[in-house]
Nanobody
């Protein structure tokens, strides 16, 4: 089965940090751009960050710029999301997904991504 497995979520206080991991299962990460997404209760899923397939270029939604960093380790078939200075509004289920081809990862819709995992819950609360 082709999918991602996300991990690393948890409960953290405001200002704290978490590092999420996303391991590809059944396919090779090298062939895809990768996106991290989140969905808070009652809200639509949004793209938080993405990293390109070949250049490794990264994009971030404005609300996380300067706080989150996306990294990929193709040798480990894993993508990471380092999250610092977490805020209560970062609370959500976080997912990763893959974008095939050579499209720019921030210029396509969420529905263009595939191989979604089950997500990992991040809760920022005191």
């Amino acid at each position: 089965q082709l999918q991602f497995v996300e991990s690393g979520g948890g409960l953290v206080q405001p200002g704290g940090s978490l590092k999420l991991s996303c391991v590809a299962s059944g396919f090779t990460l090298d062939d895809y751009a990768i996106g991290w997404f989140r969905q808070a209760p009652g809200k639509e899923r949004e793209r938080v960050s993405c990293i390109g397939r070949t250049t490794g270029s990264t994009k971030y939604v404005d609300s996380v710029k300067g706080r989150f960093t996306i990294l990929r380790d193709n040798a480990k078939n894993t993508v990471y999301l380092q999250m610092n200075s977490l805020k209560p509004e970062d609370t959500a289920v976080y997912y990763c997904a893959a974008l095939s081809g050579f499209r720019l990862c921030a210029q396509v819709g969420i529905n263009d991504y595939e191989y979604w995992g089950q997500g990992t819950q991040v809760t920022v609360s005191s």
